[in-house]
């Protein structure tokens, strides 16, 4: 007779198992980026992928806003949903941009005078935060799935104003450099 399997599996474990994608993905996701840029794709008129992927990011502010909203009222359901979805956007997201960096040049910054400094202050801490996000990010959402909610709460508190500093300026340097593009 076959012994009932019992699950010892633990928080703890389940997020060791984690340990190395979060690494691999922390690493593997903004070398990938960098490398595609060096790639051009001629032929394709992908002008059109700017302002969705900058309303993607406007979107993407507002779920983790609302999320952060739901958890504060014990909606964790709700706050799943939205997360999950922000993740998925957040994907969506870097696939457009990459596209559209894939087949178009790059777009120079016309602005003149203090707003050129600002510009590129937005768009420099835009860039280093957008990488630095990412394995928060995902550890974050580990902690979640793993039921480990004390230190997922601690590492929200971090990831989250990071998080949305990325979304918002995401749309702020769109808004920006828009009036440039060719």
């Given amino acids: 007779m076959e012994k009932d399997k019992i699950d010892t599996t633990t ?13 691999i993905l922390s690493i593997a996701i903004p070398v990938a980026v960098a490398i595609l840029f060096t ?5 394709y008129d992908l002008s059109f992928l700017p302002p969705i992927y900058a309303t993607i990011n406007g979107i993407t502010a507002v779920l983790l ?5 739901f958890i504060r009222r ?3 359901n709700a706050h799943e949903l939205l997360m999950k979805s922000s993740i998925v956007l957040s994907a969506l997201f870097l696939l457009m941009y990459v596209a559209y960096h894939m087949t178009s040049h790059s777009t120079p910054y016309g602005g003149e005078g203090w707003i050129r400094y600002v510009y590129f ?3 420099i801490t835009h ?3 957008s990488i630095t996000v990412i394995p928060f990010v995902l550890i974050t959402y580990v902690r979640a799935i793993s ?7 601690r590492i929200a508190r971090i990831t989250f104003p990071i998080w949305l500093y990325v979304a918002v300026t995401g749309v702020i340097v769109y808004l920006m450099i828009s009036p440039y593009y060719q």
């Avoid at 790639?39 to 032929?43: L, M, Q, V």
Wanted: glycine letters at 8%.
């Fill in 11 to 23: 928080s703890s474990d389940v997020s060791k198992r984690y340990k190395l994608w979060i690494w």
């Fill in 39 to 43: 790639i051009r794709i001629p032929g």
């Fill in 65 to 69: 806003i609302l999320a952060v909203y």
């Fill in 74 to 76: 014990g909606k964790r």
């Fill in 121 to 123: 202050f937005i768009l």
């Fill in 127 to 129: 860039i280093v935060l």
């Fill in 147 to 153: 039921g480990n909610f004390y230190k997922h709460k």
